[in-house]
């Protein structure tokens, strides 16, 4: 068949036309006849998904789908309803904020929530919470999917930090027991029954099981970070469900890390393809492009990101595992809670209930009760709080103190030697770290913490003591 019969029919011109005589010539040698042809074409042009699996016209219906896909165009609309937790030009810039309002005009945004810790990220910023209807959006969950804070209290005593001899043990123990650094990785691949899940659930998850295995307990690089400190709880706290320890001092471990190569390959992955599912939407809404949870590719994303969150979880508790290990030591109590990831959840919008996508880009779970740790920076505390269960926050709470500064600036601002005499005052033991994470680049974790009194009540106080990053020179992650 020709091409200007096939236009006739409603194959429109350009790249398609070529595709549509291929498939007819196809089907002709198939033996099917022209008269049936022309009739398949022309329902195919009126419903082309039904076409979808067919021998012959398949490509041709990829294309005709492709070519409706990039000729629809983005209607901004009213953007849904979204409350701010801190000052635009105080506690965050009006670019982060912009970010925020481009993402409750998406058709599928439902409520939005911003954090006093929000900076500028791709799409959605950090700090940015999001409530999608049936969908699912691989940057607004992030790179390092579900990365998470872990604390562990030792049944050590907190004055091991000070006793020359233990201090030893303890920076042994975080030198030997994790790995930092782009492509860390264990020798030996380390023990947990994550590794026994079915790690087929996406092509990106079984082809980087192996990698992931060799990753399965390192920490990584960027803003990741193991460190000892010294948690106090006050005399008046009462004991929490979940974390009940009693008045007074102790040692911990914290650390922050995620999901490693792997998590970063599965978000790099499906973001592409939701972006070339979306092409109508415009430059500064690129990183913003969904998933409907109906599709394959939208199933499997979701299934990848939980696989994920498992995956994390297991890498910090392989690290904690393995530092206590060589101290001889135990755990008397513990909190972990992450961010970067997609929740299900049943909230209610306008009166009305609805069961949404809640995504937390740099923001923690804040229900009523759910413990979590939000840090400050290596020289400033962190605090170990319970969730107030905020509705209008979509239950959630800051993840951290927040960037004020690009890596680039931090760069060009800080000299070691100025910030090495802050953290001596502090008393502060650096094992090593990047200048572009110095405690400066960071917004006051004091300022942040009065900003969200209404989402979340400190239970405990960690002062970091003994802390170790990713060495200098470390190409980010985070």
């Not at 990829?62 to 000729?71: F, Y």
Request: proline letters at 6%; a negative charge.
């Amino acid at each position: 068949m020709k091409g200007r019969e096939l236009v006739n029919l409603g194959i429109p011109h350009g790249p398609a036309v070529g595709v549509a005589i291929t498939a007819c010539s196809n089907a002709l040698a198939s033996g099917i006849t022209r008269a049936q042809v022309r009739d398949m074409v022309t329902a195919l042009v009126s419903d082309p998904e039904s076409y979808a699996e067919h021998p012959h016209f398949a490509p041709l219906v990829d294309v005709l789908l492709a070519e409706k896909r990039a000729q629809a165009k983005f209607t901004p609309r009213e953007p849904a309803p979204h409350h701010l937790w801190g000052e635009v030009g105080v506690d965050f810039d009006y670019k982060s904020l912009e970010q925020m309002e481009n993402a409750c005009m998406l058709p599928v945004a439902v409520a939005g929530a911003m954090m006093p810790d929000a900076h500028l990220g791709y799409g959605l910023p950090i700090g940015g919470v999001l409530a999608t209807k049936n969908a699912v959006i691989p940057y607004a969950v992030g790179v390092d999917i579900a990365c998470r804070m872990k604390l562990t209290v030792l049944d050590m005593p907190a004055g091991a930090l000070e006793d020359e001899a233990s201090r030893d043990r303890l920076r042994d123990a975080i030198h030997k027991r994790t790995v930092f650094g782009v492509g860390g990785s264990h020798r030996t691949p380390m023990d947990h029954d994550v590794m026994d899940c079915d790690w087929t659930v996406s092509r990106i998850t079984k082809d980087n099981k192996a990698k992931a295995w060799q990753q399965l307990g390192t920490s990584g690089s960027g803003n990741h970070f193991a460190e000892f400190g010294v948690l106090t709880i006050a005399d008046d706290e009462p004991k929490h469900p979940g974390f009940e320890l009693e008045p007074g001092e102790y040692l911990a471990l914290m650390t922050h890390s995620g999901s490693r190569g792997t998590g970063a390959a599965v978000c790099n992955h499906y973001s592409r393809l939701a972006m070339d599912a979306h092409p109508e939407l415009p430059k500064q809404l690129r990183y913003l492009a969904w998933l409907d949870l109906e599709t394959e590719d939208g199933i499997e994303y979701f299934n990848a990101m939980n696989l994920m969150g498992e995956y994390a979880s297991a890498n910090h508790a392989v690290i904690h595992r393995e530092v206590l290990k060589h101290l001889g030591a135990k755990p008397i109590a513990g909190v972990e809670n992450h961010h970067n990831f997609a929740w299900k959840e049943t909230h209610v919008i306008d009166g009305k209930e609805q069961a949404l996508i809640v995504h937390r880009k740099g923001a923690t779970p804040a229900g009523k009760g759910v413990l979590g740790v939000i840090p400050g920076s290596m020289a400033s505390p962190a605090f170990v709080v319970s969730g107030l269960g905020q509705p209008e926050s979509l239950l959630s709470a800051s993840h951290g103190a927040g960037r004020v500064m690009s890596r680039k600036q931090a760069k060009d601002t800080f000299a070691w030697g100025n910030v090495n005499r802050e953290l001596k005052e502090k008393g502060v033991e650096l094992m090593s770290a990047g200048i572009d994470e110095v405690p400066g680049v960071y917004k006051e974790i004091e300022t942040v913490m009065a900003r969200q009194t209404d989402l979340v009540r400190p239970i405990a106080r960690f002062d970091p003591k003994l802390v170790k990053m990713a060495p200098a020179g470390e190409r980010p992650e985070d």
